[in-house]
């Protein structure tokens, strides 16, 4: 069984896999073999993060009232220090953050301008949606990592991001108003889509495995399939959490 | 002498004065007598510290790079704990900072509008130049406070805003275009004064004082100009040392 939602215990027993290693077939899901490089781990998770501040910040300037302002200032905020605590991390190791992140800002940003929104409840949702997806991606993730990092980032990840205040301004809304609701539902379900491409794109391309029935690259979508199938059933549940329709 | 920048040692002979209390003529511009109430000094100061913060956002959404965005990043981040501090000193003495900053919120959105720029510099100046002018403001005014928060929201307003970032685009843009510094002085002149209002927005409007011959208000005006001639000396430094002639 896997679990999903906070870290997995650590196991000695199971030794990360290089990417062109032998695949052992396993009941149990992991990822470690499929994690990218620390350095392109951090470069991708910090810009995803700074991507998901400007967009709470973006809501933060445009929300209707001031306690829901200052609500989202506070989630804008936690964002921002998780951004910092990864640029920290690529500072630990001596690697500059700008050149770290650069190969990541053209579709993070693209992806950013596609899940925008139409107004500020679409706005919201995507924060949501997108910014818990790809969280508990990255942490996911962060199992592959060296021991000496991984954890702490995990740990760092994991923080409580301040998402209550749109948990309810979203219910709120969609209690109100049917029509918002089913609008928000149809940009629930593409968001989805979106973002589970940019979770892809850090893991590696293809991978030609040892499957040599099923062609290149089958083996590594094999393993990567179930992770997929958590990171949906996790958005699934966010879905049900705010009344919508998965 | 007065200095401007940072803390004024604590005096036990400057006893705090009423709005109406007697004005005592002195050498020292003492400003404790023209502070606000507490409440109306956190819920303005946490209102400014917010506004700040999501002009310098707007910058790092709209930053020309990787580099920049990220110093910005950290800029906003510093900006956005003072306010959060401001916030918890609010609720410390069981008020609500959404209702404590209400009042603020029209003249202050519409300031923010003012002084949005045209572009990304003049942003930047206005973030520099009136978040500097009203952080020393509120430091300054900060000193009438009760002697259980004053110190300490000092303190908080003073610490490092992360603004060399600011500071090194703005140089470096102006000594390489000298249309831009021309209108970049240009509106560096027109902020302060936008700035000001609002610096004088938060002392008492009218304050009949004790010298019948120049009417009402004269005594509180002569008291809270010698500050002003501080800020707009304070101001001035910031524009030479762009490059800038203010």
Same mark, same amino acid.
């Given at each position: 069984? /896997? ?8 196991? $000695? ?39 998901? @501040? ?10 209707? $009232?001031?306690? /829901? ?67 508990? @991606? @990255? ?25 209550? /205040? ?81």
């Amino acid at each position: 069984m /896997v679990t999903w939602f906070g870290r997995r215990p650590q196991r $000695n027993e199971a030794p990360r896999l290089s990417a062109r290693g032998a695949l052992q077939p396993t009941e149990k899901v992991d990822i470690s073999s499929l994690a990218p490089g620390v350095q392109h781990f951090l470069g991708q998770a910090a810009y995803c993060e700074l991507g998901e @501040f400007e967009s709470l910040a973006r809501a933060v300037a445009t929300a209707p $009232n001031l306690a /829901v302002k200052e609500g989202l200032s506070a989630a804008a905020g936690r964002t921002l220090s998780k951004h910092h605590g990864l640029i920290t991390e690529i500072r630990r190791r001596g690697h500059d953050p700008a050149t770290e992140m650069a190969p990541f800002v053209a579709s993070l940003d693209e992806f950013r301008r596609n899940t925008s929104g139409a107004d500020w409840h679409e706005l919201l949702l995507s924060c949501y949606l997108a910014g818990g997806l790809l969280e508990d @991606f @990255f942490i996911r993730l962060s199992d592959g990592l060296p021991r000496d990092i991984g954890p702490r980032v995990a740990q760092l990840l994991g923080e409580n991001s301040g998402t209550d /205040v749109l948990v309810h301004e979203l219910q709120t809304a969609i209690e109100n108003d049917v029509e918002l609701g089913s609008r928000l539902a149809m940009w629930g379900r593409r968001l989805v889509g979106d973002t589970l491409l940019v979770a892809r794109s850090a893991m590696p391309a293809t991978d030609p495995g040892t499957d040599s029935t099923a062609g290149p690259g089958a083996a590594a979508e094999a393993r990567i399939e179930p992770v997929f199938t958590e990171l949906i059933a996790a958005h699934t549940r966010r879905m049900d959490g705010l009344g919508l329709t998965a």
